[in-house]
């Protein structure tokens, strides 16, 4: 059962653009995590929105919850080549369970 | 430092021979889990554990074991693997209650 559906799945972007991921559900959650993940190692947490409609700044990094905390969106300003990644959401519906998105893999081109 | 140890990072083995993937956390952390990342699929749950001789099947256990005998420590164990085991594999483990989740480095297991 995937619960989350993340897209784009495949990004490629030249250094300095703007760009948007999506995480979506159907399923309601009482939290959700962004994480980011580096060739050869494990995802890495960038943050955790709890509220309906919360927003949340990291830098050049926007994260937004879903009015209904069933979706989120990543929103990344001026990209820079350190951002490439896999970017993953997570949602957590009962505090026991996680489930991951499919992912998106972003390239950004020096 | 915090961190979660998985060992090996490597794996390459034949059908059938049962393997164990150990997994440590030093950070007094009560739940840990087991994923596994395959293409196109993104990181599924095998099996969670709240606690120390509390664990629960995620979304695809069949095939796996594991145990917690002790706080620090979660193997994964596959008793006859199958090259439909081949995959990217990854320990972690968070705060009770807490949605922060600190992964291992992945071990990468070939069946063949």
Redesign the interface.
Known sequence: ??L?E?SP?FLSIQEGENLTVYCNSSSVFS?L?WYRQEP??????LV?VVTGGEVKKLKRLTFQFGDARKDSSLHITAAQPGDTGLY?C?G?NT?????????TSLTVIP | EAQ?TQNPRYLITVTGKKLTVTCSQNMNHEYM?W?RQDP??????IY?S?NVEVT?K??VPEGYKVSRKEKRNFPLILESPSPNQTSLY?C?SSQR?K????????TRLTVV
């Open positions: 059962t995937q989350l993340q799945q939290s995590q050869g190692e494990g995802p890495v947490l955790t993953l997570a957590d505090g026991n369970q996680f489930y991951f998105g499919t992912g | 979660v889990s994923y196109g699929l993104g990181l599924r749950q969670y709240m629960d995620g979304d990854f972690a209650g949605t922060e989740a600190f992964f291992g480095q992945g």
